[in-house]
Nanobody, 120 residues
Framework: QLQACGGGLVQAGGSLRLSCVAS????????MRWYRQAPGKQRELVAT???????NYADSVKGRFTISRDNTENTEYLQMNNLKPGDTAVYYC????????????????WGQGTEVTVSS
């Protein structure tokens, strides 16, 4: 399972760091992602990081957000700087995980979501 934390209320221009830990009978964690869903909007992909460390970002967050991971801890992070009111959303972590029971067959897992509110 995935457990996300780190959300909260912050003023525009502020920073937050989200964390997401994968736990359980893990064999390997592959690509990890962060998504967000604002009220009344569809869920959108924010950032991606592969097992090798390659990253990709939505245009709206480039230069402000940084995704990273700690493979020894099966954890991904999202450092969010210069936050804007438009970043207000519930943020969800996602990861492709192979368990010790499935070995090389990865399945998508989702965290429970952590709320980020940016005030103007």
């Amino acid at each position: 399972q995935l457990q996300a934390c780190g959300g909260g209320l912050v003023q525009a221009g502020g920073s937050l760091r989200l964390s997401c830990v994968a736990s359980g009978s893990i064999f390997s964690v592959y690509t990890m992602r962060w998504y967000r869903q604002a009220p009344g909007k569809q869920r959108e992909l924010v950032a991606t990081i592969t097992s090798g460390g390659s990253t990709n970002y939505a245009d709206s967050v480039k230069g402000r957000f940084t995704i990273s991971r700690d493979n020894t801890e099966n954890t991904e992070y999202l450092q969010m700087n210069n936050l804007k009111p438009g970043d207000t959303a519930v943020y969800y972590c996602n990861a492709a995980v192979a368990t010790i029971f499935t070995r090389n067959v990865a399945k998508d897992y989702w965290g429970q979501g952590t709320e980020v509110t940016v005030s103007s």
